[in-house]
């Protein structure tokens, strides 16, 4: 029986639903490809992620694991049917903050909705193991754990709740401002957006990790297709055929010229109707590659792979203070370590993917990102365009976590929509995502820090090679923060830190959530833990003797106002005492099981380096008296739209319910610069601030009111009142600006900074972030595996703008954090999936519990300091001392897998 | 154009076979991670919609295990305590998801060495029965097994059934998976037991290691070391010497050749004692 196509159909989401689809095809693809439902997402079409989680006759699936003709005569739910029959469950996920980037929500919702159609009220286990085949790399899993097993207590979805009123926004338990989309399915993330006649755009990328290679015929093979299809290579390129995130670094080719440097590098790319790809032969694609010897790992030298930069070393970064040799030579105690890590993916949950389009003579690209208009002039200058000729419009973005700060397939669908005139879409495979993006730096630290006898650190070398692969990405920013950061948040007076940036043919290694930072931490609080033991001092007040100080000076001679470190420590000593009592009587038994207690503290400067990053916020009011919010701070899920929004509406003292977003469209938008180095909250809502505050001020000296009178906008009508009386401005009476509002202000903000000298000194962020993580494991000494059973953690956000986002950031940065530590390693060539690649899952997650510490800084927009990245950089190095309490065991290469762990602990005995 | 045959009687999916070569699918779940295509690449022979294949059923000689049978009809089945390993192996395959729709035989006739069905179908001395248009043949799973990904089938064949001696009825199974996290995880080493006890001592040990080897195998000298011991004195026979020989693990990412061996040591060890605290739990 020969199935013919186009007899099948399906009820889907309760609608009988016809369609007409290769038996084989996956569903996934039936269902958003062909029927348009694209709620239901694809992270890797392997089973992996379980993104794509379908309910097919009520049993959880993977719809990119079925095929389409099983679904025929079936009965099937997308998380578009979802309102209909679990609406509670998404209120839940709004409520409970489950949902961040949103591009795992959909699976989540859809295997909750298997699990309680038959356990309406279900406990932790049962959710975890119903929800244990679905992949989130930004929640921790606890919060969506939470939503599930609550959301049988939900109130009707009818109940909206009030909001907080004008001027109590910041601090409150704010849901999400755009988590509605997220949890109907009905968000637009990079590939869900088909434009009518789209063309798609296939790269053909290198298999060899280096090789020169020469194109055949590449007309002729086109011209042979069985389709038309078009090749675009670097030949195409109109403008100049580099790209970079730091202009004097520029160096990546959008494709490759004859030589490529590392693994899945484009060289050219196809475009044409899917179907004319999809019958392709693209193993057969004339390229000749010509491999040469490659080196993807620090292990060996490699001739240099760019002019230039001799020994491959891109850069390197220097912070030094007083005599760290003398210090050391002096000291009571000496530690030395050398600790190894391992290429990280950043393993977001949605393949890079966008599309572009020629709107008259603007070129537009619509994709998922961090950073808009840095995008846009990337992309005009290789495809030869003046900036005001390309618009990005971000796509909502499944994750980032750092890779999606550089450009990926702008270039080349703006290439494939300038070349063919048709709009081009470009999805990429999970394969080709983590094969050609950026990676966190496999680094080799030496580190020794000095105390004397009374626990006081004296002094700190450090020495760090981070492996930068083929491209310098934001491998400079690394070996410039990472000497910065070394030292901890602790005083040291005397310290010398030098880290270089690497070439090597391994993966660009760029951004990732602390640049390079949370690598360094490993060496100095491992080290703390050794000085510790040999003073005798107990190692969370060791941490505290050496904690910075308002008045102190950084190691680049700095002296920041608000420190919250040693807050941080002194919130986590109860639970440290408590934990170290019941490690030992959890010991006593001797048994095989072990357990032990670590902690580690970070710190982390926000914004760059030294160097300008202003964000421009306008918020304005029309004639028909919509307040609206030009946002430009990409929010990748860390929830930038919500906490920009409160504090600007506070500053302006009007309800954050009634503020409208505008996204970081480059044309409708001023620019707020990149989402990275924990910037946004701070120097965005900094700028949103003073623009609320801006507009106030207008405001008030309209009406002739005092600075404690209220606003209030009700229609078009803004009254503004006091004690004594009110005032009503009548918006539609007013005139109009060229940007459509009758009220408005526009503002910037650039963290005051100095650069650094040639010894690193200087002031190089205005604000600083600060906090402490305890880890609580449990070692299994004869087979070498780590459970984390709980992490404390104590953060100084200086003002809390929002409890349940924060958590959120918390909980999701120790997620990665474990991860590192435990069980994270990308082997170029060999991880490129989510099975081979591990990230932690629903059974692998601690309990955790997040103190906010509120140590205003002065700079900050109400007292604001960043957290983004600074939440991962305690992780790792609090569970190996927690390993190393339990057992003995010293570990120094990342991650610590279980054979690893056993051999460390052998070598202790 | 690609055939796609979606027979609902076994015969007809015979005669398929027969006539030209096809992928055999079933629940697709090692079949669609093998292609970065759309659709499954070339013929195929859907066996999903044959009922007949589908299920657990108790026979005269033996219980049958249907070839597009999955691991979730195998957690529902009502199933005597021997196959308590095989169910606990169920639950740990993938999520529930894979579980969903991936099948005993298809994780068999992919014999990825992690795969973790073999080992307790080898501890429960099961068969793989054989199908073509000509003929039926039965083979003892550790036959069927030559090598990692390499199985006893020839063209025109498929696997229609796991067949478990009733024989293999009798005691008790368990099982253990060691991996580097907790869902969706490549076993790093695995461990199935199936012990009959009689008077406290044991009868019969059936005990097998997966992933340590290019396909699953039995621990012949420790079921030998064990039988007529206590129960409850089993784990402390467990050597390294007893387990090691038969092994002949890899080094990968996931762990290196000589903790592997370890680890299987180990993880019969605890298998051993979890029976016997069991039954002790049992009689108490
Ligand atoms: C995310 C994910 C996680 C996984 N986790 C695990 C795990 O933890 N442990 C584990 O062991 N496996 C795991 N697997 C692998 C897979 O799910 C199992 O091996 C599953 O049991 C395969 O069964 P299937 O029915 O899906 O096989 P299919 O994909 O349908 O087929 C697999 C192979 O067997 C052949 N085949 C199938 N049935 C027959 C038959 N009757 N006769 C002849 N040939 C046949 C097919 O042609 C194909 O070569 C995982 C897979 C994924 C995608
Ligand atoms: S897309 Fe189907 S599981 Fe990832
Ligand atoms: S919210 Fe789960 S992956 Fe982003």
């Known amino acids: 029986m020969n199935r013919p196509f186009g007899k099948c159909q399906m009820r889907v989401n309760g609608a009988e639903t016809p369609f007409a689809a290769a038996p084989g095809r996956r569903l996934s693809e039936v269902l958003r490809e062909d029927l348009g439902l694209t709620g239901t997402k694809v992270g890797c079409d392997a089973g992996d992620c379980g993104a794509c989680t379908v309910l097919l006759d009520g049993a959880a699936v993977c719809a990119c694991l079925t095929p389409s003709v099983r679904a025929d005569g079936a009965e099937v739910v997308t998380v578009e049917g979802l309102g209909a029959l679990v609406p509670r469950l998404q209120r839940s996920f709004l409520r409970h903050g489950a949902a961040q980037c949103g591009i795992c929500t959909p699976g989540m919702l859809v295997a909750a909705a298997g699990l309680l159609r038959g356990t309406p009220a279900p406990d932790r286990a049962e959710v975890e193991e119903a929800l244990g085949g679905v992949l989130c790399r930004c929640t921790g899993y606890a919060k969506i754990v939470d939503a599930v097993c609550d959301s049988a207590f939900e109130a009707d979805p009818g109940e909206a709740s009030p909001g907080p009123a004008a001027g109590a926004a910041v601090g409150a338990r704010l849901e999400r401002l755009d988590g509605g989309p997220k949890v109907t399915g009905a968000e637009m993330y990079g590939a869900d957006h088909l434009p009518e006649g789209a063309l798609e755009v296939r790269a053909i990328r290198s298999p060899h990790h280096a090789a020169r290679f020469a194109l055949g015929d590449v007309a002729a093979w086109a011209a042979a297709a069985p389709a038309p299809v078009h090749v675009f290579t670097a030949a195409d390129i109109p403008g100049e055929n580099l790209f970079g995130t730091i202009p004097v670094f520029v160096d990546q ?341 072990r357990r032990g207690v670590g902690v580690a503290s970070c710190w982390y400067g926000c914004g760059n380096t030294g160097l300008p990053n202003p964000s421009t916020v306008r918020v304005g009011i029309t004639a028909a008296g919509r307040l609206v919010l030009h946002q430009g701070a990409m929010d990748i899920g860390q929830g930038a739209n919500t906490v920009v929004a409160q504090l600007c509406a506070d500053a302006l003292g009007l309800p954050v319910g009634q503020v409208s977003l505008v996204d970081g469209d480059t044309a409708k938008t001023p620019d707020c610069g990149k989402t990275s180095a924990s910037r946004q909250t701070y120097v965005t809502g900094k700028a949103a601030m003073l623009a609320g505050r801006a507009l106030r001020g207008t405001i008030l000296a309209m009406s002739n009111m005092g600075e404690d009178a209220a606003l209030s906008l009700e229609g078009d009508v803004l009254r503004v009142h006091d004690g004594r009386g009110s005032r009503d401005i009548r918006l539609a009476d007013l005139p109009v600006d060229a940007h459509g509002y009758v009220l408005a202000a526009e503002e910037t903000y650039d963290p005051p900074t100095v650069g650094l000298d040639a010894d690193g000194q200087g002031e190089p962020y205005a604000v600083y972030g600060y906090g402490a993580q305890m880890a609580e494991v449990e070692v299994d000494t004869a087979l070498g595996t780590v459970k984390v059973r709980r992490m404390t953690a104590a953060h100084d956000l200086g003002r809390v703008v929002n409890p349940l986002l924060a958590e959120g950031q918390v909980e999701g940065g120790i997620a990665q954090g474990l991860g590192m530590a435990l069980m994270e390693e990308y082997v170029p060539g060999r991880t490129e999936n989510l099975h081979d690649y591990l990230i932690p899952t629903f059974g692998d997650m601690p309990e955790i519990r997040s103190i906010f510490v509120e140590k205003p800084d002065p700079e900050g927009p109400m007292g604001v300091k960043g957290l983004g990245e600074h939440v991962l950089i305690p992780t790792a190095p609090a569970i190996l001392n927690a390993i190393r309490h339990a057992t003995g065991a010293r570990i120094t290469r990342l991650p610590a897998l279980p054979h690893r762990v056993l051999a460390a602990i052998r070598a202790a005995r | 154009m690609a055939a796609y045959h979606r027979p609902s009687e076994l015969t007809e999916a015979l005669e398929i076979l027969a006539a030209a070569p096809v992928t055999v699918a079933a629940g697709c779940t090692d079949l669609y991670p093998a292609t970065q295509a759309k659709a499954l690449p070339g013929d195929i022979l859907d066996i999903t919609a044959i009922d007949a294949l589908r299920g657990i059923a108790r026979e005269d000689a033996c219980w049958r295990i249907g070839a597009a049978t999955t691991w979730t ?86 696997v229609t059934g796991i067949l478990v001696p009733a024989a293999a009825g009798a005691g008790g199974g368990d099982f253990l998976k060691l991996g580097a996290r907790k869902y969706l995880v490549i076993s790093i080493a695995m461990a199935a037991a199936r012990i009959d006890v009689a008077d406290g001592a044991i009868r019969e040990a059936a005990l097998a290691i997966g992933a340590c080897s290019p396909v699953a195998t039995r621990l012949p000298a420790l079921e030998d070391a064990l039988r007529g011991v206590a129960l409850a004195e089993a784990a402390a026979r467990v050597t390294g010497e007893m387990v090691a020989p038969v092994l002949s693990p890899i080094d990968d990412i996931r762990g290196d050749a000589a903790y592997r061996v370890e680890a299987a040591t180990e993880l019969m060890r605890r298998l051993l004692a979890r029976c016997a605290a069991r039954r002790m739990e049992a009689a108490a």
Not at chain 1, 443 to 466: E, H, L, N, S, Y
Not at chain 2, 87 to 102: D, F, H, P, Y
């Open chain 2, 73 to 158: 009809d195998v957690l529902n089945a009502d199933l005597p305590a021997t196959f308590d390993g095989l169910k606990l192996a169920a639950r740990e395959v993938g999520s529930v998801q894979i579980q969903n729709a991936g099948t005993v035989a298809g994780n068999l006739c992919t014999a990825s060495p992690a795969g973790d069905g073999a080992p307790c179908l080898l501890t429960l001395d099961a068969s793989v029965e054989v199908q073509s248009a000509h003929g039926r043949r039965v083979v003892p799973l550790s036959s069927f097994l030559i090598g990692a990904r390499r199985v006893e089938l020839q063209a025109g064949e498929m």
């Open chain 1, 253 to 593: 080719p959008a494709l490759a010229e004859a030589h490529v440097r590392q693994r899945g590098e484009a060289v050219a790319i196809v475009v044409g109707e899917t179907a004319a790809l999809d019958a392709l032969d693209f193993a057969a694609f004339p390229v000749t590659w010509q491999p040469e010897e490659a080196v993807t790992d620090l292990s060996a030298p490699l001739p240099d792979l760019h002019a230039g930069r001799p020994g491959n070393e891109l850069i390197r970064g220097v912070v030094r203070c007083g005599d760290a040799i003398m210090a050391l030579a002096g000291a009571a105690h000496v530690a030395e370590v050398t600790v190894d890590t391992a290429y990280v993916e950043h393993a977001y949950i949605e393949p890079e993917a966008g599309t572009a389009w020629i709107d008259g003579d603007t070129l537009v690209i619509r994709a998922c990102t961090q950073a808009p208009v840095m995008d846009r002039d990337e992309t005009a200058k290789v495809l030869g365009l003046p900036a005001e000729r390309v618009r990005v419009i971000p796509a909502a973005t499944g994750g980032g976590f750092g890779a999606k700060l550089d450009l990926s397939l702008q270039p080349l669908i703006g290439l494939a929509a300038l070349k063919t005139g048709r709009p081009c879409r470009m999805v990429y495979s999970r394969a080709e995502s983590m094969a050609s993006t950026t990676k966190r730096h496999p680094a080799r630290m030496t580190g020794r820090i000095g105390c004397d006898t009374a626990g006081r650190v004296t002094g700190m070398t450090f020495d760090g090679d981070f492996n930068t692969g083929a491209y310098a990405s934001w491998g400079p920013t690394v070996a410039v923060r990472v000497p910065v950061h070394a030292s901890g948040p602790y005083r040291m007076e005397h310290y010398h830190a030098v880290a270089r940036a690497m070439h090597t043919n391994g993966p660009a290694a760029g951004a990732f959530r602390g640049f390079g930072v949370p690598q360094a931490a490993l060496v100095q609080e491992t080290l703390f833990d050794d000085l510790a033991r040999a003073a005798g001092i107990d190692r969370l007040e060791f941490r505290l003797r050496n904690a910075l100080v308002d008045g102190d000076r950084t190691v680049c001679g700095q002296r920041p106002g608000g420190i919250g470190i040693r807050d941080c420590l002194v919130a986590l000593s109860v639970a440290w005492n408590r934990a170290l009592a019941e490690a030992a009587a959890f010991n006593e038994a001797q048994g095989v099981v």
